[in-house]
């Protein structure tokens, strides 16, 4: 069954599939209908193929997909640090299950990536009003979790679908704590990891460390990206590294030997460098690295 998932490029021929051992019910996932609904299921269907291994070992017993769409979870201060590569690093695949939202990780081949976390529909209290283009989902610990480049048919779809489990009181929140929100998941195995300890609980798979990644960062920019398995990102930032000490401190340090300049002001613009370029890598970098759980290999 799961070749006929693999090997379809036209997603109607999903929709008589009836088998029990697909964990996806297509009818409802391929559901949107009008302007640009052709493409979009196209697009949808080439995600599923791409994520539905990582997917097929994250559900549950017996648990089933209702709909699957896509975006980029949005972070103010990512954007302002990051710019464009925030975006790298924050596109996700959302699975929206009849128990849960699955957030996978996954890069702009649709590939899935390392980080897995999931919303509880009963730890959703509501959506965020005013927001353009985006989906704001607040949570029960007050805080919110924004999406943005989500469709917009699924946008609406999403809305309403948990509006309807809201209203209806199938996801009254007996038993939840005010603390649940976004909960990170072992990227090996699924399992609820709480906290960042070494290794998972369930399965003994080793996790890297946020901490050691920001320092990696603050050694040299980048280090701590490559380690995080942000490569592209990784590269980038090394360049950039290697450019401000090239062409800000080398010029006037090779002053400073010549004796044409005080050695106080290299002392100082080098000191500037490394504060603004690698104590700033150091933050962004710890804060990516504990964004969830990253597999040691
Ligand atoms: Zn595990």
Redesign the pocket.
Known sequence: MEAILKSTTDPSDLLNISDASLPYHFDQIFSAEGFGAKRLAKNRLKLIQEIDPVVQAMLGEGERVQLVSWGVEYSFVEQVFMGIWSHLINRCALVFTDRRILIVQINSRRKAMSLKTQVRYECIEGFAKRTFGYLGFVMRNKKTLYITGIPRKDRKAIKEMINRRIQTGASNAIGFGFGAGVENL??????K?VGFPDR??????AFKSGRKAGLLSLAFPGLGDFYLGHRGLGAFEIIGGLLSWTFIVLPLAYGTWQGESDWTLTALVAAGVFLFVHVTDFWITRRIGFKGIYPAD
Do not use: E, I, L
């Open positions: 072992c990227p090996q195995c699924g399992n990891v998972c609980k369930q399965c003994a798979s």
